[in-house]
C-alpha cells in the first residue's frame, strides 16, 4: 500500500464520518467551535499517523474514539485548571469532575438530530443557522454553501464565525428544546435537511454528479424528524420530497457517470420502494399547502408517469405557480419555467427565464440553451450551453453542457 492510500483512506472515512463526530464532540464539550476545532485535529492525527501506521481495521470508529480521547483529555485539563485557580481564590470553588462516560440520553436519542436543533437557536439570524448546521453536519465547504445560497464564499464565512461565536457567549447547550418549543425552529431545521439533501443529490462542485452519502444522511434525519413531529405536515412533506427524489439515484447517471436528465431516464431503474414510501408520506401531509409539501406534489406527478410523455405538466406547472406565490424565488420561477415550457410550449417559458436575474447560476443559461434549441434558434442556443459550461463547477455537469453545445454546433 502506497502513502496515497491511506490518504484517500482518511478522506473518504472523514466525509463520511465528519458530521457524527462533531456532533458527538459538540455534545461532550458544549461548544460547536470547539467540537469542530477538536474534530480537526483528530483529521489531523489520521493523516498522519495512517500514512505511517496504515489505515486501521475500523476506520470510523478510529475517528470517534481518538477525537473523544482528545475531547475528555481537554476537559479534564480544563477541570484541573479550574480547580487550581480555586485553590489561589482567584475563582469560585469548581464543581466535581464531570462523568464524561454517563449516559447523555434525551426523548430522541440522536446526536445529529440534536446538534441540528442546537445550530438552528432561535439567537442566530436564519442565514447563520442554515450555514453553521451545513458546515458542522452537512460537510459542506463555505464555497459549496455559498452556491446553494447565491451569495458569496465571504459572507458564509462570516455568518459562521459569528453563529459560533453568538453560541459560545450565549452558552446555548447542545441539546434539543422542549418539545413545546421544538416548533420554532422547524422551519429552518427542514430547510437545513433539504439543502443536505440537495447538495448530494445534485453536488455543486467536484467530480461526482451526486454525494449519495448526503443524501442518505438527510433522510435518516428526516425520518427521525418525522417519527419527532408526526403531526407535522411540512416534515411528512419533505420527507416525500426526499424519498421521491431520491428514488431516481440509480437511472440519474450513465455506465460512465455522465449525468442522465429526467426525461431521458430509465424509469424501470427508478426504486419503487422509495416511490412508495414518498407517497404514503404525502398522503399524511396531504390538505396542505407548505413549500415542502408542493415541491414532494410535484415530484409525485413524475413518479406517477410511466413514461416522460405521460407526465402531466399541465398540473406541474399550476403547482409550480402555487409554489412560486407561498414560497417565491428565482430558482422556482425558472423550474416553473420548464414545467410551463413543457406544458404551453418553449416559447411562453422563455419569457419567463428572460426576466430573472440568477447571475452566478449556470442552470439559468441551460435552461435558456434547451428552450432556445426546441425555437429552432441554434446558435444562441449553443453560446448559453457554453455560458453554462464555463459558470458550473461540477465536472459531470460541465460535460453535460459542453456536450449539448457540441451538439448544436
Known amino acids: 500500500m502506497t502513502a496515497a492510500d491511506p490518504r484517500r483512506a482518511v478522506e473518504t472515512v472523514w466525509r463520511m464520518e465528519s458530521a457524527r463526530i462533531v456532533a458527538a ?27 505511517a501506521d496504515g489505515v486501521p481495521d475500523h476506520p470510523a470508529s478510529w475517528l470517534m474514539a481518538t477525537a ?53 437557536h432561535p439567537a ?35 455568518r459562521i464565525t459569528r453563529a459560533k461565536r453568538t453560541l459560545a457567549e450565549l452558552r446555548v447547550p447542545i441539546e434539543l428544546p422542549p418539545p413545546g418549543q421544538a416548533a ?15 447538495e448530494g443529490y445534485a453536488a455543486t462542485a467536484g467530480d461526482d454528479w451526486m454525494r449519495p452519502a448526503l443524501c442518505g444522511e438527510a433522510l435518516r434525519l428526516g425520518r427521525i424528524l418525522a417519527g419527532l413531529a408526526p403531526a407535522e405536515p411540512e416534515v411528512h412533506g419533505l420527507v416525500a420530497l426526499m424519498e421521491l427524489q431520491a428514488s431516481r439515484t440509480a437511472a440519474r447517471t450513465d455506465p460512465d457517470g455522465n449525468p442522465v436528465l429526467l426525461q431521458d431516464q430509465d424509469r424501470g431503474r427508478w426504486d419503487r420502494l422509495l416511490i412508495r ?46 409554489l412560486a406565490y407561498v414560497w417565491p424565488s428565482p430558482v422556482v420561477e425558472l423550474n416553473r419555467a420548464v414545467a410551463v415550457g413543457n406544458a404551453y410550449g418553449p416559447d411562453r417559458a422563455l419569457a419567463i427565464v ?35 459550461a464555463a459558470m458550473t463547477r461540477n465536472a459531470a455537469e460541465r460535460r453535460l453542457f459542453s456536450a449539448r453545445a457540441a451538439a448544436l454546433g
Request: charge should be negative; glycine fraction near 6%.
Open 25 to 51: 464532540l459538540a455534545r461532550l464539550v458544549g461548544d460547536v467551535g470547539l467540537a469542530e476545532e477538536i474534530a480537526q485535529d483528530t483529521l489531523v492525527i489520521a493523516l498522519e499517523q495512517w500514512p
Open 68 to 120: 473523544k480521547h482528545r475531547a475528555i483529555d481537554l476537559l479534564r485539563r480544563q477541570t484541573r485548571y479550574r480547580a487550581k485557580l480555586a485553590e489561589l481564590g482567584r475563582a469560585t470553588p469548581v464543581a466535581a469532575e464531570p462523568d464524561l462516560a454517563a449516559g447523555l440520553d434525551d426523548y430522541v436519542g440522536d446526536d445529529l438530530l440534536r446538534l441540528i436543533f442546537t445550530t438552528c
Open 124 to 158: 442566530l439570524p436564519t442565514e447563520a443557522r442554515v450555514a453553521l448546521t451545513l458546515r458542522l453536519l452537512g460537510g459542506l465547504t463555505t464555497a459549496e454553501i455559498a452556491r446553494a445560497y447565491l451569495v458569496s464564499a465571504a459572507t458564509v464565512g462570516q
Open 184 to 198: 420554532e425552529r422547524l422551519a429552518s431545521v427542514l430547510e437545513v435537511i433539504y439543502l443536505i439533501f440537495n
Open 277 to 322: 414510501r414518498g407517497l404514503a408520506a404525502l398522503d399524511r401531509a396531504a390538505g396542505t399547502l407548505g413549500p415542502y409539501v408542493l415541491q414532494a406534489e410535484i415530484a409525485a406527478c413524475h413518479a406517477r408517469a410511466a413514461a416522460a410523455e405521460d407526465t402531466d405538466w399541465v398540473r406541474v406547472a399550476a403547482l409550480y405557480e402555487v
Open 354 to 388: 428572460d426576466g430573472l436575474d440568477l447571475p452566478a447560476y449556470a442552470l439559468l443559461p441551460a435552461v435558456r440553451g434547451d428552450l432556445l434549441a426546441r425555437l429552432g434558434r441554434t446558435a444562441e442556443a449553443r453560446r448559453e450551453f457554453e455560458r453554462a
